[in-house]
């Protein structure tokens, strides 16, 4: 079988990866203006893509699969050292985009993450300052008493 609906598949993977990475980036926008309707519809967008790549991951493993005549998980690198000519280059040229694809999209996310713990951090500060911890309203002995000389109480009860 020859390695065209693999590549195929691989392309398509590299696309929705890198439209990812777009919807990331202007999630990184909406999350510096705080507009949290936009961020909500972006997290369903963001799922929506995350179904679709798990669909697709799906469908390499099969054409690897085929591909290969293997009954296990088959990797991409693997792909490459079963194919020759013309459609090595392609899945070696692919495997490398698609690396970088990734790569890109969780740099990107990991500055989002950053980002809204800034915002949690700054929200937990000012509810801190508009609502201050009080001091419990219960009685408390003091911390410490000082003890005689002699350690021997103030009362002495077998008198």
Do not use: W
Request: aromatic share 4%.
């Amino acid at each position: 079988m020859s390695a065209e609906k693999l590549i195929a598949c691989l392309e398509k993977l590299e696309k929705l990866h890198n439209s990812l990475f777009k919807l990331a980036c202007e999630k990184t926008e909406v999350i510096k203006n705080q507009d949290m309707e936009r961020l909500q519809k972006m997290v369903n967008e963001e799922q929506a893509h995350i179904r679709a790549i798990s669909a697709l991951e799906k469908e390499r493993e099969k054409c690897a699969r085929a591909f290969t005549g293997s009954d296990h998980p088959v990797t991409v690198t693997e792909c490459i050292a079963a194919a020759s000519g013309e459609e090595r280059t392609q899945l070696e040229a692919l495997r490398k985009r698609l690396i970088n694809a990734v790569d890109k999209l969780k740099r990107q996310n990991d500055l989002n993450q950053m980002l809204i713990y800034q915002a949690l951090q700054f929200v937990n500060l000012t509810l801190d300052l508009i609502y201050p911890k009080t001091q419990p309203a219960t009685y408390a002995p003091p911390s410490r008493q000082p003890v005689q000389a002699g350690g021997k109480p103030r009362f002495d009860s077998k008198v």
